[in-house]
């Protein structure tokens, strides 16, 4: 028989987690529609990105006061990986996605971003020497088929060169947010 210690495990709601992830799933897709809608109003990439970071920079700038509070400063190496990060990851993506987007679809461009975890695990693979298991090769290969497909389907509806272009430039944004 066995005797209990009175103390139960802590349960964990999954609920907030849910929540959070449905709202960021919208919200990254509400991204590519809003800027399709800009375009249609003649602004350009850069605006838009300098108008993202604009809005963009007091969450950044709390976030990092909270993180921040009560560790000791980055070192200077440290600041230069959040640059160098921060320009690949932010910047440089967002860039190229918003150039990609006057040229494709936000449909297509949605189904390009989301090959990043099939990057990372190729990076991974590449740099780390991060052995692939069937199951993650097979994903990858629906992933690619996937948008092969879609992509087919875009270039015989519009204009090809085009769309191949927007389509390579949103590849590079997820490579870059990817690396």
């Known amino acids: 028989m066995a005797v209990s210690t009175g103390t139960l495990p802590a349960e964990k709601s999954i609920g907030p987690g849910l929540i959070l992830a449905t709202l960021g799933a919208i919200a990254f897709s ?6 399709k809608l800009a375009y249609r109003y003649g602004v350009d990439a850069v605006t838009l990105i300098m108008l993202r970071m604009l809005f963009a920079l007091p969450l950044f700038l709390v976030m990092a006061w909270w993180a921040g509070r009560g560790k000791p400063a980055l070192s200077r190496r440290d600041w230069l990986g959040v640059l160098g990060l921060g320009f690949s990851g932010y910047y440089l993506a967002s860039f190229l996605d918003f150039a990609g ?19 990372v695990l190729m990076f991974g693979w590449l ?19 996937g948008v092969l497909l879609v992509f087919g389907h875009e270039v015989t509806l519009g204009q090809g060169a085009a769309e191949a272009w927007g389509a390579l430039l949103v590849f590079a944004s997820a490579v870059s947010y990817a690396a």
């Open 30 to 35: 509400g991204k590519a529609i809003i800027v």
């Open 101 to 119: 987007l006057a040229y494709i679809t936000a449909s297509l461009e949605r189904l390009i971003l989301y090959l990043n975890p099939t990057l």
């Open 127 to 145: 740099l780390y020497r991060r052995r692939i298991t069937r199951v993650q090769a097979l994903g990858m290969a629906i992933s690619y088929v």
